[in-house]
Nanobody
Framework: QVQLVESGGGLVQAGGSLRLSCTAP????????MGWYRQAPGKQRELVGA??????RYAESVEGRARISVDNVKNTLYLEMNNLKPEDTAVYYC????????WGQGTQVTVSS
């Protein structure tokens, strides 16, 4: 059974930064189709950033503040964000689109003003 496991969420002050981690089986990374999504209360789940064929793609709301990366030795996907805003408060999910949709359990990020 494929499991994606996130960690690194918590309470952060506005203007601060965070780094989330997601571990997954090595084979999942070989598809180069992983990314991060988030879901705020009462809102639909939305893309934060994800790898596509020609490189990472980011949501407009986080462009310039977010960076996704992979450590292939540790089988870990990262999300780094800076200049956090209260509207970044959400549950953040790790995702792989291939070989089918896989989701982590989510990790809560709360940004206080």
């Amino acid at each position: 059974q494929v499991q994606l496991v996130e960690s690194g969420g918590g309470l952060v002050q506005a203007g601060g930064s965070l780094r989330l981690s997601c571990t997954a089986p090595r084979i999942i990374f070989s598809f180069n189709a992983m990314g991060w999504y988030r879901q705020a209360p009462g809102k639909q789940r939305e893309l934060v950033g994800a790898f596509h064929g020609r490189g990472p793609r980011y949501a407009e709301s986080v462009e310039g503040r977010a960076r996704i990366s992979v450590d292939n030795v540790k089988n870990t996907l990262y999300l780094e964000m800076n200049n956090l805003k209260p509207e970044d408060t959400a549950v953040y999910y790790c995702n792989s689109r291939l070989p089918r949709q896989y989701w982590g359990q989510g990790t809560q990020v709360t940004v206080s003003s």
